[in-house]
């Protein structure tokens, strides 16, 4: 399991994306289960995740619940790039308000 999120850790520029979609592909596919910090997660991949890897915002819904994974991102100190980040995954998993 850690090896598959280390993944979204890592700042491969050349195969980033093709990395990042394979071991998306992994976590939607085994839907492996973690309980590593949901914090310590996102603090570790927000600034290097490809925002156009949907498996990963969903994969944290299934294994923390949406309710953890809202409070979680409600509860965040971010850099100016991991906010544009966590606007991505807000968006993929419909948490964003409407009047925003």
Sequence with gaps: MDGVIRVFETNRPDSLYQDQEFAGRILATINPKSKRDLKEILK????????????????LRDNYGLEKVRETFDNLELTDGEKEKLETMKFWLQLKAASA
């Design 44 to 59: 570790r991949t927000l600034l290097t995740w490809d925002k156009s890897v949907e498996q990963l915002p969903f994969w």
